[in-house]
Each structure stands twice: as C-alpha cells, then as structure tokens.
C-alpha cells in the first residue's frame, strides 16, 4: 500500500474500525464472569425482563416489515424516497415523547373523545409504560417503519432493479394480475434478499433500545435493555458486573432470534409456491385501502409535533380542555438559560459529522476500491450491534485509556456510529462518480487537487451534505455510549431528556424533545438547500 493509501485510511481507521474491534474485545472477558451471570438470571425480574423483550421486539419489527412493505406496494417507490427522509430527522426519543402526550390518560387523544364520551376526569386506562409493553411495540412500529421504508425505495430505484423489475411488471399485467398480485409474486420475492441488513439492524434496535424503552416502555418488569442499563449505572460494582452480563446475555438473544428468523424463513416456501400457483388476481379495493397508509404516517408525525409544542408554552391545561387556558415560554427560557446540553449536542453532532465526512472521503478517494467491501460490512455489523453491548465496551475501553469523563471519550462515543452511518450513505454515490470526468480534466491538465476542489466535490455535493445530515441526526440521537462515556460530567440533549421524563414537568420534557427534533430537521433541510444544483434548466 503506498504513503497516500496508507493515509487516506488512517482517519476511518482511528475514528472507527480500531475502536470498534478495541471495544469488543474489552467485553469479552466479561464471559468468563459466572457470578454476574448466576446473579442475573437469580434478579426477580429477569424472566419476565426476557419474555417482554422477545415480545416486543418480534411484534414490533414484525408489524413493521409489513406495514412498511404495504406503503411500498401502494404508493410506489418514487414517491416515497423523499418524503421518508422528513421521518428519518426525528430521533426515537422525541417520537417516544411525543407519543405519550397524545396516548396518555390526559393527552390529546382523551381530550378528543371527552366531549362525544361526557369525561369530565381523566380515564383510568393504562397507555404509556403498560405492561404489556404495546406502547412501546406501536412507537418502534411508527419510527422504524419510514427507515425500511427509505430502504425499500432507494433499492427499487436502483437502475438495475428498476430496470429489472419494469419488463417482468409489465408481463405480469399483460397476464391479468393487479397490484398486490404482482408485488408479492414478482417484487417481493427479489426485495427481502436484497434487505437483511436493514431488517437485521431493525429487529437488532427492537429489542434492545433504552431509551423509547424507559419513556414508554414496560416498568415492572422492564425489557431486558432497561434492566441491564439500570444496573450498568449503579455504584455497586457487583450490580454493574450483573448489568454487564445482563448486557451479554441480550446479545446473545439477539444472534439467536436472528438466526432462528433466518432459519424459519425457508419454511414459508410452500405458501410462496401456493401463492404462485394460484390465478392471477386484482385487488383494487385492498390497493385503494393501502394508499391511505402513507398519509397516515404524516398525519402522526405531524400531531405528535403539535402536541410537543402545544405542551412545551403550556402554563394550565386542565382535562378536559382542548388547548392550553393559558401560554408561557418558561421552558423555553430555562432551555435558554441551561444552555450547556444544547451546546454540547449541536457541538458534538458537527465535530463528529464533519470529522467522519472528511475520513469517508479520504477513504473513498484514495484507498483501494476493493477495501470498501471490508469497511462496508464492518460498518453494517457495527450498526447491528447492540449499543448496549458496544456502549459497555467503549465504556471499559475508556476507563483503560483514563479517559473516562473527558470530551475526547464524549467525541469517540459519538463518532463510532456516526462515521458507520456516513460512510454507507456516501459510499455508493461516491462511487458511481463517472470517471469519465477525470478523464477530462486530465486532458485540460487540471492538477488532481484542483480537479477534486472544483470539479468532482461540487458535483458530489448533495450526497455529500446528505451524509454530513445523517451524521449529524445520528449524533445528536445517541445516548447508551454517550452516557457512559460522560460518567455524569457532561449532558446532552437526549440524556436530559429521558432524565426529565421521570418527573412530571411536562413542558420541559416537550421542549427538550422538540429541541432533539428541530437539530437534526434543520441540518436534513439546509442539506437540501444547499445541496440544489447550482443551474438548473428552466
């Protein structure tokens, strides 16, 4: 490898690759510790810890797939890639807020049905945190199904499966068959392959997410992530080792979920061949119900928003009222006031985005083609990770380097799936540039530097901004790694956030939700903005 290859892969390695091997490596000694995994599976609550997990988090990946595949079907890809992105900007945990305000017993929901019901008092009905856990079930559905979603139509509009899939539609159409036929005979089948990633990283966050968990999750018991977070932070050291085995132990569970998944798949082959036996069918009543499905999705994001800012200025809002009797910006002021968890988000999210944007290009520039397949599938295999898992690891990591406590671990913290997120989103235009420019430009004996400044990284500019965006939402959202990483010396946005949700100042847990929302939608739109080609035809 030469002096500038071994460069260009210096940043993405330092960044990424060697503290995410470094990290894995420091959890593994935790195997060997039978106390703490005796103690867990003696905790009281670790049975039923363990089946809410598996159940949550198989119904709530589940039901997503197949509503995310529904969108895809009726509204077609083409109108979809666009619109996901909006869904995309909000993290978890401001969708998990914003979900409480309108569910619970004196939320907007309620409020509604007050004057048609005669309530005059709340309703004694369990929502947020049931045990159950369908709160949490139907908030992984809502933000996990516009993801696959995006993914779903950024793989149809592939030239190649689009160009694919056009002739063998139009065959089947010419055979009788209506929408839905065609979808589950002819696209269906070439899509899920083609998907494993996503879908494992989707049922990987289901079952383990810690914070949608404590804001709306089961209490007692709690998913087996809450248990084992809530021990990771105690000062015991027994108890934190039990968390740490508690930590091992649900990644365990899901390596074995995914594979009994993958392994139950081919089971469904008979039903496939019986579906592809039967006649050819229209279903343009079933088609027509699915198309509402989509602008349902914006109808509920769009009211979780206005619930959180409703509640954000809200000064008294007795029950039954619609609206607030009266508005104040106290929340907003002490937002204001306690700026420093705003800062430090906003901080970290533009040092580790554009920090894992300059190390992706320097990647992609002049490291050898034939590494993007290695740092691809570490990349993937890193976001599939439980961040419980890499968060613990990180964690000791930090306390070996002494530097537990400190913005450098913050940064590193952030930086892991920052730079993972980054370099797949940039990764395929990156590549597909026409070399066919540089061919150019040699001809015209533009030096390579000035080539790059004002020819290839100017027409590259909106993938570029557009992973810069992701980055910057993706750091913004974390909080497992961060929080153990700041060891309480710092906080962020996400951190003060799942802190409040345990009071009961709700405008202050509003704010600091919009405040989560609004960072990483302002970056999606100046990313938009700025990333418009500099002429357009008129």
Known sequence: MTATRLVAVLPLTLLFLLPLVAALVLVLPGLLDATAFASMIAHPQFAGALWLTVF??????????????????????????RGSGLFLAVPHLSLAIGLAFLIMPTGVIARLLAPLLGWTSPPQWVTTQDPWG??????????????LVWAFAALLNRDDMRRALDGQVAVARSLGHGPM????RVILPQLLPRM?????????????????AVVVGPGQPP???????????????????RGGAGVLILSGLVLLLIFLVGAALPLLAPLRHRLLASPPRQDAKLFRLLIILWPAWFCIY???????ALQSIAAQWPFPDLLPQH??????????????????????????????VAAAVAWLEWAPRRADRIAALVAVFALCLPSLLVGLGQYRLFLALGITGTAPALFLAHVLPVAAYVFLVLAGPYRSFDPRWNAVAAGLTAQPLRFLLRIKWPMLKAPILAAAATGFAV?????????LAAAGRFSTLPMEAVTLSAGGNRPLIATHGLGLMLLPLVAFLLAGWFGQPRWRMR
């Open 56 to 81: 949550t988090g198989l119904l709530g990946t589940g039901l997503a797939v197949l509503t995310s595949l529904a969108i895809v079907h009726a509204a077609g890809s083409r109108d979809l890639s």
């Open 134 to 147: 369908f709160t949490l079930i139907a908030a992984l559905v809502l933000k996990e199904t516009p993801f």
């Open 181 to 184: 036929s065609i979808f589950l």
């Open 196 to 212: 494993a990633g996503p879908l494992i990283a989707v049922l990987a966050y289901s079952l383990t997410v810690v914070d949608m």
């Open 223 to 241: 998913t087996l992530a809450q248990l084992a977070w809530t021990d990771l932070n105690d000062g015991d050291a027994a108890t934190a080792a």
């Open 302 to 308: 769009g009211a979780v928003m206005l619930v959180m």
């Open 327 to 356: 508005a104040t910006a106290a929340a907003w002021l002490r937002l204001v006031q306690d700026s420093g968890p705003f800062l430090t988000t906003f901080v970290l999210a533009l040092a580790t985005a554009m920090s894992s």
């Open 475 to 483: 750091s913004v959202a974390q909080f497992v790694p961060a929080q």
